[in-house]
Structure formats: C-alpha cells, structure tokens
C-alpha cells in the first residue's frame, strides 16, 4: 500500500476531545453546556440508530441531551409546533430533525422552520446562503462535508491552488463541499469541478484531481486508472453490497463498499479514506462541533 490511510475514527476520537475540553472550559467560566434535540418521528430502525449514536456522543461530551420521539402519525402541525418549542427554549443550542420523515409531512416546511441559529445540520435556506456568501457569514457547515473537509486538511493535503474534483451534485454532499473548498481563506482556495450523471467525460475530470472527493452512492464508480498518482482520494459512498455475520456480536450486518475501488485505487493515491471507518464518523463529530459553535456564538466567544 503507498497511499496514508485518512482514519476518520482516529480523527473523530481527537476532535471530540478537543471539544469535551470547550465544553469544560465554558461551564467552568459560563456555567453552561451546549444543548442538543434531536426529533425523531416514527420508529424506522436506521432513523433510530442515527438518533441514538448522535444523542450518545452528546452525552459522552457533558451536553445536554434531549431525544424527542414522537408517534409516526404526528401531524405536520404538531411537529412545527414541537420545532418553534425548541427555537424559543434557550436551553437547546442545536435542533436536528431525523430524516426521512414520515410521508405526510413536507420535510422543506419543517427544516425551514427550524431557527437558522439553532440549525447545526447547516440545510436551512439561510445557512445554505451563508455557506455561498462564504468567510465569516458561514455558521454551521453541513456536517459531512465539514468532516470532509477536516479530514483533507488535518492530514496536511495542501489544497490552496489544488485541482478539487467532486462527483455528486447533491444538496448535502456533492455542492456544499465544493462550495466549501471554493472558499477564500486556509483549508480552501481551491479550483473545484463538479462532475455528475450528464458530465461527459468522468474519466478525464477525475484523472485531472489532486484531490478526489466522490459522493455518488455506486460501488466501484472511481476505477483505479481514473486516479491520478498522489492524489488525496475521500470516498464518501457508503454502499450496502451484502451481508455477513458480525465476529464480535453474532448477529447479521451489512457489507459496505465505497464508491472507490478501495484496493486498487490505495496503490497509486497518496491519500485515501476506508470504508467503513473513513468520512462515515465526521459527520456525528461535526455536528457536536456545529452545537458547541452555536453556543459560542450565543456567548459571543465563537
Ligand atoms: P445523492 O443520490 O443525493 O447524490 C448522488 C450524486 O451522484 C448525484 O448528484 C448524481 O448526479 C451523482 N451520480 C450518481 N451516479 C453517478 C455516475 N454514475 N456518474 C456521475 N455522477 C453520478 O447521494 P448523496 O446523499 O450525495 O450521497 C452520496 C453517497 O454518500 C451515498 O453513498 C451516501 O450513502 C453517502 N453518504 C455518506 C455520508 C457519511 O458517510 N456520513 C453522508 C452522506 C452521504
């Protein structure tokens, strides 16, 4: 193997405990914690385990927590309701939505009713405004791609003047993380191309990258001849390709791949992230850091 392997649970283990130290600091000099809900409706089983995960992590931090799960027939009424509870309790730092939503209630309506200040999942019309105004304006990053972008620069990827290529052009992953290494300013200023399903020439675009990011959701998209020798390669895809029995629980779990044909494509990047274990746990860790950012906004110390 000659690519460095970008772990994203070593990456998460350090960031977490720079941000259990805020949380320490801040109660000692403020006497107060962040504070996260998170609200789930209904009882889908990946829903729940997301919910789960990210209200363990608050808790591990010293936030307070907060899961609020509601019945899947909770009206839209109700749930915008719950939502402007939460805007005005000045407890609560951070508000996140579980998606998807049951299919009676406009997700765009409740997402867009959360306070911007409050939304440290980074989708509220506001924040995708201040992700374009760029600099200072951004507040909360949406999360995956902030990790990606965390992962690319603490491992010492230069990415001033760097050839970006992004394959996706979702609303979560593929324009936010362009957008974000567009951006003026250190752990950016890079010259970013976003190819999708109607780009021509995939092939060349991705040959061209010094660093790599794909975001598509097909295992074995990125074909180890599309990398270019060095490049920083970031596999965002996490793709179910079957089933095995877990050696530490005995129960069935899922076989993941990437997007990236992982063992080939390690051979001639000078980075890459695995997957599992790769952009996967940033996404969590970010969102602590977006709720803690929201807090120290509020104290005027961000
Ligand atoms: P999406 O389906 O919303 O978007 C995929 C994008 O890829 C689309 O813009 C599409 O144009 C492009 N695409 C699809 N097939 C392509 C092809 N053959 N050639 C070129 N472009 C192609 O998906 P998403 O929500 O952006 O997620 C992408 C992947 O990342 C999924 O596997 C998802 O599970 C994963 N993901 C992981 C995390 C995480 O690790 N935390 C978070 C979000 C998404």
Redesign the pocket.
């Known amino acids: 193997m000659t690519a460095k392997l970008i772990k ?1 649970t070593e990456l998460r283990d350090k960031i977490l405990e720079e941000i259990e130290a805020e949380v320490n600091e801040i109660k000692e000099k403020h006497g107060v914690v962040p504070g996260l809900v998170t609200i789930l409706a209904g009882e889908d089983p990946a829903s729940i385990s997301y919910v789960t995960a990210k209200i363990k992590t608050a808790h591990k931090l010293g936030f307070n927590e907060i899961q609020d799960t509601q019945p899947a027939d909770l009206s839209e009424e109700a749930l915008l309701e719950i939502v402007e509870k939460y805007n005005k309790d000045d407890s609560i730092n951070g508000i996140l939505v579980q998606l998807p939503l049951p299919k009676h209630i406009d997700d765009k309506k409740i997402l867009n009713a959360i306070d911007p200040d409050k939304d440290v999942d980074g989708f509220h019309p506001v924040n995708v405004g201040r992700l374009m105004i760029g600099g200072d304006a951004i507040k909360f990053p949406p ?2 791609p902030a ?1 990606i972008q965390e992962m690319i620069v603490r491992s010492g990827v230069e990415t001033s003047g760097a050839e970006v290529v992004v ?8 324009k936010p993380i362009a957008n974000l290494m567009l951006q003026k300013g250190p752990g950016a200023n890079s010259t970013v191309t976003i ?5 021509k020439d ?1 092939a060349a675009h991705c040959k061209r990258a010094d660093i790599l990011i ?5 295992p074995g ?1 990125v074909k180890p001849e599309w990398i270019k020798p060095g490049a920083c390669v970031i596999d ?4 179910r390709i079957g089933e095995k029995i877990s050696e530490k629980t005995g129960k069935k779990i899922a076989i993941l791949s ?2 990236v044909d992982f063992d080939a494509a390690k051979e001639i990047a000078g980075y890459i992230t695995p ?1 599992p274990g ?7 860790t970010m969102l602590m850091k977006n709720t803690l950012k929201s807090l120290k906004f509020k104290l005027g110390i961000a």
Do not use: E, W
């Open positions: 994203g999360c995956t990790g394959v996706g052009r979702s609303n979560i992953v593929g190819v999708h399903t109607r780009t995939l794909v975001a598509a959701g097909v998209l965002v895809g996490v793709n990437g997007d997957v790769g952009v996967g746990p940033m996404t969590i």
